[in-house]
T-cell receptor, first 113, second 114 residues
Framework: AQSVTQLDSQVPVFEEAPVELRCNYSSSVSVYLFWYVQYPNQGLQLLLKYLSGSTLVESINGFEAEFNKSQTSFHLRKPSVHISDTAEYFCAVSNFGNEKLTFGTGTRLTIIP | NAGVTQTPKFQVLKTGQSMTLQCAQDMNHNSMYWYRQDPGMGLRLIYYSASEGTTDKGEVPNGYNVSRLNKREFSLRLESAAPSQTSVYFC?????????????FGQGTRLTVV
């Protein structure tokens, strides 16, 4: 069975400081990994995804995540955050060729001016 | 191209009432999903459908039924609503071909059961 753990439920960060949001997954087979972002009172939007190939994936707004198979992790990072990054971030996993998509409990990122 | 459309956006039910949440997608995706979102619990999978005519239970299926009416539509029914079903419900669809593997979400239905 697949599962996702996001240990940090809330992360406060000063504006322009770096941030890392942690995600660990559990699966016995190869996986697809995703990060989604949810702004207040909105649905979820894809931030970035890992399917195969390069283990470092980037989004258009400066976030990046690195797939680490040995540590079963897919942590999300940004070198300098902005007020507009305030949102809840969800990590998700799906086994290759499997329709089931499992989400973590989310991390609420709060940017302090 | 609307993506994933959910109706209604808001609903208040009395305990014991029934209702159906509707979801439709126009991306020709095979897979569709229903999740509920509760504070501190993330998104929990209720049911999913890999293709027209098939449905499977997720983590929290009790108290819900689903119908995959056709490739586009996937509805969620609460037969006898309970206060514990107060939540925000999200429908999603997903393709599994090539790079088209991410899920696309509707805007959600905020349901309150009193």
């Amino acid at each position: 069975a697949q599962s996702v753990t996001q240990l940090d439920s809330q992360v406060p960060v000063f504006e322009e400081a770096p941030v890392e949001l942690r995600c660990n997954y559990s699966s016995s087979v190869s996986v697809y990994l995703f990060w989604y972002v949810q702004y207040p009172n909105q649905g979820l939007q894809l931030l970035l995804k890992y399917l195969s190939g390069s283990t470092l994936v980037e989004s258009i707004n400066g976030f990046e995540a690195e797939f680490n198979k040995s540590q079963t992790s897919f942590h999300l990072r940004k070198p300098s955050v902005h007020i507009s990054d305030t949102a809840e971030y969800f990590c998700a996993v799906s086994n290759f060729g499997n329709e089931k998509l499992t989400f973590g409990t989310g991390t609420r990122l709060t940017i302090i001016p | 191209n609307a993506g994933v459309t959910q109706t209604p956006k808001f609903q208040v039910l009395k305990t014991g009432q029934s209702m159906t949440l509707q979801c439709a997608q126009d991306m020709n995706h095979n897979s569709m999903y229903w999740y509920r979102q509760d504070p501190g619990m993330g998104l929990r999978l209720i049911y999913y459908s890999a293709s027209e005519g098939t449905t499977d239970k997720g983590e929290v299926p009790n108290g819900y039924n689903v119908s995959r009416l056709n490739k586009r539509e996937f509805s969620l029914r609460l037969e006898s609503a309970a206060p514990s079903q107060t939540s925000v419900y999200f429908c999603a669809s997903r393709g599994l071909q090539g790079s088209d593997t991410e899920a696309f979400f509707g805007q959600g239905t905020r349901l309150t059961v009193v």
